[in-house]
């Protein structure tokens, strides 16, 4: 596992993950349950992403970030659908403290700050915690074969479980059957093809695994 499948991973499941510590889970017992290969190397970098990802959490900026979309929703979906970028939108609706005893921190906002209140906005929307109102355009909603083939581009894999393509989306593709199916559909549109499943030398048969086909997009 490298460090951008790390993210990945961590990003989807954080939650779970928690819960798992909360339990007294050992960290090659979670890596074991997300078939992360349990090599040292491996579990260390999850660990690690973990880590980088709870701090984020904890950072003072996400949670200005959560409020200013809580308090924003509207206007922030406004000025989006007049095209205006994240930047021009936090100038125009400047992020203020949720309680006085949580100042805003004196860093300058920086591509890196940016990122908590694009993640939270997105996030909070994704999760139904607030909703764009219906007065503002949004972009048609993306398919199941489409957002599987972003995950594929993006993560530039070649080789992927069933597993993994269901963790791409781990609210969307809840159910292990609308995986499948995508994964189906992606088969007959020639974008890939399933692998032999290979056997370890307890004779055991390994996950199901996929062929990306043809070039990917960046």
Not at 11 to 37: C, K, P, Q
Not at 82 to 88: I, K, L, M, S
Not at 133 to 159: C, T
Request: aromatic share 8%; net charge negative; charged share 30%.
């Amino acid at each position: 596992m490298n460090a951008k499948q790390a993210d990945v991973l961590v990003r989807d499941h954080f939650d779970e993950i928690s819960d798992s510590l909360a339990r007294g889970d050992t960290w090659l017992e979670i890596a074991t349950r997300f078939e992360v290969d349990c090599k040292r190397q491996s579990v260390d970098t999850l660990v690690s992403r973990y880590h980088e990802e709870l701090n984020r959490r904890c950072s003072p900026w996400r949670i200005v970030a959560m409020w200013w979309v809580l308090d924003n929703v509207d206007e922030i979906a406004r000025l989006r659908s007049r095209g205006f970028d994240w930047a021009a939108i936090i100038g125009l609706v400047p992020p203020v403290p949720p309680i006085e005893s949580l100042p805003l921190p004196h860093e300058i906002l920086n591509a890196e700050h940016l990122e908590f209140f694009i993640v939270e906005y997105n996030d909070m929307i994704d999760r139904g915690i607030v909703a764009v109102p219906d007065r503002y355009p949004r972009k048609a909603p993306v398919s199941d074969e489409e957002l599987l083939m972003r995950w594929i581009v993006r993560r530039q894999v070649r080789i992927f479980s069933t597993a993994e393509a269901a963790r791409c989306n781990g609210r969307r593709f809840a159910r292990v059957g609308r995986v499948e199916a995508t994964l189906g559909k992606l088969v007959e549109h020639s974008q890939i093809r399933p692998l032999p499943p290979a056997q370890s030398k307890a004779g055991h048969l390994g996950p199901s695994q996929w062929e990306v086909l043809g070039e990917m997009d960046a």
